[in-house]
Protein backbone atom coordinates (compact mmCIF):
# COMPACT_ATOMS: atom_id res chain seq x y z
CA UNK A 1 0.00 0.00 0.00
CA UNK A 2 1.66 3.26 -0.98
CA UNK A 3 0.78 7.03 0.77
CA UNK A 4 -2.87 7.45 1.73
CA UNK A 5 -4.38 10.92 1.99
CA UNK A 6 -7.41 11.95 4.72
CA UNK A 7 -8.93 14.19 6.48
CA UNK A 8 -8.71 13.65 10.18
CA UNK A 9 -9.64 14.73 13.20
CA UNK A 10 -6.11 15.19 15.55
CA UNK A 11 -7.13 12.18 17.90
CA UNK A 12 -6.81 10.00 14.24
CA UNK A 13 -3.99 11.26 13.49
CA UNK A 14 -2.37 9.86 16.64
CA UNK A 15 -3.88 6.50 16.06
CA UNK A 16 -2.29 6.72 12.32
CA UNK A 17 0.80 7.39 13.49
CA UNK A 18 0.88 4.64 16.54
CA UNK A 19 -0.76 2.00 13.76
CA UNK A 20 2.23 3.10 11.21
CA UNK A 21 4.83 2.67 14.15
CA UNK A 22 3.70 -0.56 15.25
CA UNK A 23 1.11 -0.14 18.03
CA UNK A 24 0.33 -3.93 19.35
CA UNK A 25 -1.73 -3.75 22.61
CA UNK A 26 -3.94 -0.40 23.78
CA UNK A 27 -5.89 -0.25 26.99
CA UNK A 28 -7.59 3.23 27.86
CA UNK A 29 -10.68 4.67 29.72
CA UNK A 30 -12.99 7.17 27.68
CA UNK A 31 -12.11 10.66 28.62
CA UNK A 32 -13.15 14.15 26.64
CA UNK A 33 -11.14 15.05 24.84
CA UNK A 34 -9.19 11.84 24.04
CA UNK A 35 -11.80 8.98 23.94
CA UNK A 36 -12.11 8.95 19.87
CA UNK A 37 -8.18 7.54 20.21
CA UNK A 38 -10.08 4.98 22.39
CA UNK A 39 -13.04 4.45 20.38
CA UNK A 40 -11.30 4.42 16.70
CA UNK A 41 -8.46 1.80 18.19
CA UNK A 42 -10.84 -0.54 19.58
CA UNK A 43 -11.65 -1.18 15.66
CA UNK A 44 -8.95 -0.49 13.74
CA UNK A 45 -6.30 -2.05 16.77
CA UNK A 46 -7.69 -5.48 16.16
CA UNK A 47 -7.96 -5.46 12.56
CA UNK A 48 -4.11 -4.94 12.56
CA UNK A 49 -3.38 -7.94 14.95
CA UNK A 50 -3.17 -5.27 17.96
CA UNK A 51 -5.14 -6.48 21.15
CA UNK A 52 -7.55 -3.48 22.40
CA UNK A 53 -8.95 -3.50 25.97
CA UNK A 54 -11.43 -0.87 27.75
CA UNK A 55 -10.28 -0.86 31.43
CA UNK A 56 -12.39 0.36 34.65
CA UNK A 57 -10.08 3.48 35.21
CA UNK A 58 -6.87 4.70 34.27
CA UNK A 59 -4.87 3.45 37.20
CA UNK A 60 -5.60 -0.17 35.05
CA UNK A 61 -5.00 1.09 32.41
CA UNK A 62 -1.56 2.63 32.70
CA UNK A 63 -0.49 -0.75 34.62
CA UNK A 64 -1.99 -2.95 31.71
CA UNK A 65 0.06 -1.16 28.92
CA UNK A 66 2.91 -1.59 31.29
CA UNK A 67 2.59 -5.89 31.75
CA UNK A 68 1.55 -6.08 27.51
CA UNK A 69 5.22 -3.72 27.19
CA UNK A 70 6.94 -5.86 29.41
CA UNK A 71 5.67 -9.24 26.95
CA UNK A 72 7.09 -7.40 23.92
CA UNK A 73 4.31 -4.98 23.03
CA UNK A 74 4.62 -1.45 21.66
CA UNK A 75 1.80 -0.26 23.96
CA UNK A 76 0.02 2.80 24.52
CA UNK A 77 -3.02 4.26 26.30
CA UNK A 78 -4.48 7.90 25.79
CA UNK A 79 -6.43 10.19 28.69
CA UNK A 80 -6.27 13.98 29.65
CA UNK A 81 -5.35 16.01 33.04
CA UNK A 82 -7.46 14.13 35.27
CA UNK A 83 -6.79 10.62 34.21
CA UNK A 84 -3.00 11.53 33.55
CA UNK A 85 -3.25 12.77 37.09
CA UNK A 86 -4.26 8.60 37.92
CA UNK A 87 -1.46 7.69 36.18
CA UNK A 88 1.50 9.68 37.82
CA UNK A 89 2.25 6.50 40.22
CA UNK A 90 2.39 3.92 37.67
CA UNK A 91 4.22 6.39 35.38
CA UNK A 92 7.03 6.46 38.12
CA UNK A 93 7.14 2.70 38.11
CA UNK A 94 7.56 2.51 34.28
CA UNK A 95 11.03 4.97 34.26
CA UNK A 96 12.70 3.32 37.31
CA UNK A 97 11.85 -0.26 35.39
CA UNK A 98 12.51 0.87 32.31
CA UNK A 99 9.61 0.13 30.52
CA UNK A 100 8.76 1.27 27.15
CA UNK A 101 5.55 2.73 26.49
CA UNK A 102 3.44 5.56 24.84
CA UNK A 103 0.98 7.89 27.05
CA UNK A 104 -1.09 10.59 24.84
CA UNK A 105 -2.46 12.93 27.35
CA UNK A 106 -5.02 15.35 25.30
CA UNK A 107 -4.95 18.28 27.44
CA UNK A 108 -7.99 20.13 28.11
CA UNK A 109 -8.44 23.27 31.47
CA UNK A 110 -7.35 22.67 34.78
CA UNK A 111 -7.36 21.72 37.31
CA UNK A 112 -9.71 18.88 38.38
CA UNK A 113 -12.66 18.33 36.21
CA UNK A 114 -11.83 22.20 35.17
CA UNK A 115 -13.14 22.49 31.75
CA UNK A 116 -13.83 18.94 30.25
CA UNK A 117 -14.79 20.35 26.09
CA UNK A 118 -12.32 23.23 26.27
CA UNK A 119 -8.75 23.58 25.38
CA UNK A 120 -5.35 24.09 27.98
CA UNK A 121 -1.69 23.17 28.17
CA UNK A 122 -2.00 23.26 31.29
CA UNK A 123 -0.33 19.62 32.15
CA UNK A 124 3.47 20.76 30.51
CA UNK A 125 4.68 20.62 33.85
CA UNK A 126 2.66 17.70 35.45
CA UNK A 127 4.20 15.63 32.55
CA UNK A 128 7.63 16.47 33.69
CA UNK A 129 7.50 16.74 37.47
CA UNK A 130 4.15 14.72 37.94
CA UNK A 131 5.56 11.27 39.62
CA UNK A 132 7.97 11.72 42.44
CA UNK A 133 11.45 11.51 42.86
CA UNK A 134 14.37 12.93 40.34
CA UNK A 135 13.63 10.84 36.72
CA UNK A 136 14.06 12.32 33.14
CA UNK A 137 11.30 11.96 30.67
CA UNK A 138 10.11 12.75 27.46
CA UNK A 139 7.02 14.61 26.21
CA UNK A 140 6.40 15.85 23.01
CA UNK A 141 3.74 18.09 20.86
CA UNK A 142 2.77 19.35 17.82
CA UNK A 143 0.32 21.92 16.43
CA UNK A 144 -1.08 20.05 12.98
CA UNK A 145 -2.08 16.99 12.22
CA UNK A 146 0.88 15.96 9.70
CA UNK A 147 2.88 16.60 12.90
CA UNK A 148 0.66 14.51 15.17
CA UNK A 149 1.46 11.54 13.03
CA UNK A 150 5.24 11.96 13.00
CA UNK A 151 5.42 13.16 16.38
CA UNK A 152 3.43 9.80 17.31
CA UNK A 153 6.20 7.60 15.75
CA UNK A 154 8.69 9.51 17.24
CA UNK A 155 7.10 8.99 20.28
CA UNK A 156 7.59 5.08 20.02
CA UNK A 157 10.68 5.10 18.17
CA UNK A 158 12.28 6.39 21.47
CA UNK A 159 10.47 4.76 23.74
CA UNK A 160 11.94 1.48 22.52
CA UNK A 161 15.21 3.26 22.02
CA UNK A 162 15.64 4.07 25.25
CA UNK A 163 13.21 2.06 27.34
CA UNK A 164 11.64 5.00 29.03
CA UNK A 165 7.65 5.98 28.70
CA UNK A 166 7.37 8.72 26.30
CA UNK A 167 4.34 11.78 26.82
CA UNK A 168 2.76 12.95 24.48
CA UNK A 169 1.19 16.79 25.19
CA UNK A 170 -1.42 17.79 22.40
CA UNK A 171 -4.72 19.69 23.93
CA UNK A 172 -8.57 19.66 22.48
CA UNK A 173 -8.23 21.83 20.18
CA UNK A 174 -5.74 19.60 17.77
CA UNK A 175 -7.48 16.68 18.87
CA UNK A 176 -11.24 17.85 17.31
CA UNK A 177 -10.36 20.00 14.30
CA UNK A 178 -9.62 18.36 11.21
CA UNK A 179 -7.39 18.51 8.43
CA UNK A 180 -5.26 17.21 5.82
CA UNK A 181 -2.75 14.18 6.62
CA UNK A 182 -0.64 12.15 4.22
CA UNK A 183 0.35 8.60 5.98
CA UNK A 184 3.81 7.62 4.36
CA UNK A 185 4.17 4.71 2.86
CA UNK A 186 4.79 1.65 5.11
CA UNK A 187 8.95 1.90 5.55
CA UNK A 188 8.63 5.55 4.16
CA UNK A 189 9.90 6.65 7.84
CA UNK A 190 12.06 4.87 9.92
CA UNK A 191 10.85 2.63 12.76
CA UNK A 192 13.11 1.47 16.06
CA UNK A 193 12.20 -2.17 16.89
CA UNK A 194 12.65 -3.30 20.60
CA UNK A 195 16.28 -4.31 21.05
CA UNK A 196 16.09 -7.98 21.98
CA UNK A 197 18.83 -9.66 24.22
CA UNK A 198 21.08 -12.29 22.34
CA UNK A 199 21.26 -14.82 25.66
CA UNK A 200 20.33 -17.68 25.22
CA UNK A 201 18.10 -19.35 27.57
CA UNK A 202 19.89 -20.98 30.98
CA UNK A 203 22.28 -18.92 30.67
CA UNK A 204 22.39 -15.61 33.29
CA UNK A 205 20.71 -12.54 31.77
CA UNK A 206 21.00 -9.57 33.06
CA UNK A 207 17.98 -7.29 32.65
CA UNK A 208 19.36 -4.03 33.74
CA UNK A 209 23.24 -3.93 32.39
CA UNK A 210 23.49 -1.53 29.41
CA UNK A 211 25.49 -2.05 26.70
CA UNK A 212 28.31 -0.29 25.68
CA UNK A 213 26.51 2.32 23.78
CA UNK A 214 23.43 2.64 26.90
CA UNK A 215 20.79 0.41 25.30
CA UNK A 216 18.77 -2.38 27.52
CA UNK A 217 18.34 -5.64 25.59
CA UNK A 218 15.20 -6.87 26.76
CA UNK A 219 13.81 -10.33 26.88
CA UNK A 220 9.77 -10.87 26.82
CA UNK A 221 8.51 -11.47 30.39
CA UNK A 222 7.57 -15.10 30.27
CA UNK A 223 9.58 -15.91 27.67
CA UNK A 224 12.83 -18.10 27.70
CA UNK A 225 14.05 -15.92 30.37
CA UNK A 226 13.16 -15.39 34.52
CA UNK A 227 13.67 -11.84 35.88
CA UNK A 228 12.76 -10.02 38.72
CA UNK A 229 10.97 -6.25 37.85
CA UNK A 230 10.35 -4.16 40.51
CA UNK A 231 9.67 -0.28 41.20
CA UNK A 232 12.49 -0.31 43.88
CA UNK A 233 16.26 0.76 43.46
CA UNK A 234 17.48 -2.83 41.84
CA UNK A 235 20.78 -4.13 40.84
CA UNK A 236 21.93 -5.50 37.24
CA UNK A 237 19.06 -8.87 38.04
CA UNK A 238 16.44 -6.71 38.93
CA UNK A 239 16.63 -7.67 42.48
CA UNK A 240 15.86 -4.42 45.47
CA UNK A 241 19.17 -3.23 46.94
CA UNK A 242 19.92 -0.10 49.36
CA UNK A 243 23.84 -0.28 48.46
CA UNK A 244 24.57 3.13 47.77
CA UNK A 245 27.08 2.37 45.25
CA UNK A 246 24.27 0.55 42.82
CA UNK A 247 21.49 3.00 43.64
CA UNK A 248 23.93 6.15 42.66
CA UNK A 249 24.75 4.40 39.47
CA UNK A 250 21.16 3.77 38.67
CA UNK A 251 19.69 6.88 39.40
CA UNK A 252 22.79 8.40 37.13
CA UNK A 253 21.55 5.85 34.36
CA UNK A 254 18.14 6.92 34.46
CA UNK A 255 19.02 10.58 34.03
CA UNK A 256 21.68 10.63 31.95
CA UNK A 257 20.18 8.21 29.14
CA UNK A 258 17.67 10.50 28.79
CA UNK A 259 19.62 14.28 29.62
CA UNK A 260 22.28 13.03 27.93
CA UNK A 261 20.81 12.68 24.28
CA UNK A 262 18.75 16.26 24.21
CA UNK A 263 19.93 16.92 20.89
CA UNK A 264 18.65 13.53 19.45
CA UNK A 265 15.59 13.61 21.51
CA UNK A 266 14.55 17.61 20.25
CA UNK A 267 12.15 18.24 17.29
CA UNK A 268 11.30 21.25 16.68
CA UNK A 269 10.39 23.93 13.50
CA UNK A 270 11.37 27.50 12.93
CA UNK A 271 10.05 30.26 10.91
CA UNK A 272 12.51 33.17 10.35
CA UNK A 273 14.40 32.82 13.74
CA UNK A 274 17.82 33.92 12.11
CA UNK A 275 17.34 37.65 11.69
CA UNK A 276 14.10 38.02 14.24
CA UNK A 277 13.96 41.18 15.87
CA UNK A 278 10.92 39.51 17.98
CA UNK A 279 11.03 35.44 18.50
CA UNK A 280 7.77 33.91 19.25
CA UNK A 281 8.69 30.50 21.31
CA UNK A 282 5.19 28.35 21.40
CA UNK A 283 4.17 24.88 20.84
CA UNK A 284 0.60 23.20 20.36
CA UNK A 285 -1.99 24.66 18.58
CA UNK A 286 -1.07 28.03 20.29
CA UNK A 287 1.86 27.84 17.95
CA UNK A 288 -0.89 28.38 14.97
CA UNK A 289 -1.97 31.54 15.81
CA UNK A 290 1.88 32.72 16.57
CA UNK A 291 2.86 31.32 13.00
CA UNK A 292 -0.12 33.27 11.73
CA UNK A 293 1.25 36.68 13.52
CA UNK A 294 4.74 36.02 12.36
CA UNK A 295 3.38 35.34 8.50
CA UNK A 296 1.59 38.20 8.47
CA UNK A 297 3.85 40.66 10.05
CA UNK A 298 6.91 39.75 8.14
CA UNK A 299 4.90 40.52 4.84
CA UNK A 300 4.51 44.34 6.48
CA UNK A 301 8.29 44.06 6.60
CA UNK A 302 8.22 43.67 10.70
CA UNK A 303 11.33 41.24 11.82
CA UNK A 304 9.14 38.58 13.86
CA UNK A 305 10.41 34.76 13.64
CA UNK A 306 8.62 31.44 15.76
CA UNK A 307 10.81 28.68 17.20
CA UNK A 308 7.57 26.40 17.47
CA UNK A 309 8.87 23.43 19.88
CA UNK A 310 8.15 20.14 19.82
CA UNK A 311 10.21 18.45 22.20
CA UNK A 312 9.15 20.15 25.61
CA UNK A 313 10.70 17.59 28.31
CA UNK A 314 14.32 16.59 28.03
CA UNK A 315 14.09 21.15 27.58
CA UNK A 316 16.65 21.91 24.46
CA UNK A 317 17.80 24.75 26.27
CA UNK A 318 21.03 25.01 24.32
CA UNK A 319 18.19 25.53 20.83
CA UNK A 320 16.40 28.18 22.79
CA UNK A 321 19.70 30.10 24.04
CA UNK A 322 20.88 29.93 20.21
CA UNK A 323 18.10 30.69 18.88
CA UNK A 324 17.05 33.50 20.90
CA UNK A 325 20.41 34.94 21.09
CA UNK A 326 20.01 38.02 18.74
CA UNK A 327 16.25 39.05 18.80
CA UNK A 328 15.61 42.05 21.04
CA UNK A 329 12.30 40.63 22.10
CA UNK A 330 11.40 36.67 23.43
CA UNK A 331 8.13 36.14 23.68
CA UNK A 332 6.42 33.02 24.92
CA UNK A 333 2.81 32.11 23.62
CA UNK A 334 1.34 29.36 25.83
CA UNK A 335 -1.75 28.43 27.46
CA UNK A 336 -1.08 28.18 30.88
CA UNK A 337 0.38 30.52 33.33
CA UNK A 338 3.78 30.57 32.11
CA UNK A 339 4.99 26.87 32.29
CA UNK A 340 7.53 27.01 29.69
CA UNK A 341 8.69 30.70 30.26
CA UNK A 342 10.05 29.25 33.32
CA UNK A 343 12.19 27.12 30.78
CA UNK A 344 12.46 29.67 28.57
CA UNK A 345 14.16 32.29 30.93
CA UNK A 346 16.56 29.80 32.78
CA UNK A 347 17.92 29.08 29.54
CA UNK A 348 18.65 32.44 27.83
CA UNK A 349 21.43 34.92 28.77
CA UNK A 350 19.11 38.29 29.33
CA UNK A 351 16.04 37.11 31.34
CA UNK A 352 14.58 40.13 31.58
CA UNK A 353 14.03 40.00 28.35
CA UNK A 354 11.80 37.50 28.14
CA UNK A 355 7.56 37.71 28.28
CA UNK A 356 4.81 35.84 28.19
CA UNK A 357 1.53 35.89 25.88
CA UNK A 358 -0.89 33.26 26.98
CA UNK A 359 -4.96 33.07 27.53
CA UNK A 360 -6.16 30.64 30.28
CA UNK A 361 -9.90 30.87 29.70
CA UNK A 362 -9.92 27.75 27.47
CA UNK A 363 -10.31 29.68 24.11
CA UNK A 364 -7.44 29.79 22.10
CA UNK A 365 -5.03 32.36 22.38
CA UNK A 366 -5.83 34.44 18.67
CA UNK A 367 -3.09 36.50 16.44
CA UNK A 368 -4.92 39.63 18.00
CA UNK A 369 -4.38 39.12 21.81
CA UNK A 370 -0.83 38.18 20.43
CA UNK A 371 -0.23 41.48 18.45
CA UNK A 372 -1.62 43.22 21.46
CA UNK A 373 0.24 41.74 24.00
CA UNK A 374 3.45 42.21 21.61
CA UNK A 375 2.69 46.00 20.88
CA UNK A 376 2.68 46.54 24.47
CA UNK A 377 5.88 44.83 24.97
CA UNK A 378 7.32 46.57 22.37
CA UNK A 379 6.17 50.17 23.66
CA UNK A 380 7.78 49.63 27.19
CA UNK A 381 10.87 48.36 25.18
CA UNK A 382 11.92 45.74 28.15
Given at each position: MGRQVKF?????????????????????????????IAELLSARLPQNKGIFMQMEDEIASICAIIGASLTGRKSMTATSGPGFSLMQEALGFAAMAEIPCVIVDMQRGGPSTGLPTKLSQGDVNQARWGTHGDHAIVAMTASNHQDIFS?????????????????????????????????????????????????PEGVDYHPYLPREDGRLPMSDFGGVHRYNVTGLFHDMWGFPTEDPKIVYGLMRHLVDKIEHHVDDLTRYREYFAEDAETLLISYGSAARSALHVVMNRRQRGERLGLLELQTLWPFPAALVRQKAEKARYVVVVEMNMGQVLQSVKAAVERPDRVSLANQVDGTLITPTSILNILRIIQGRGV
Open positions: VQGNEACVEGALYAGLGFFAGYPITPSTEVTVDAFNFAEMYRTPVILLFDEVLAHMRERLEIPSPGELPLVERLKTGV
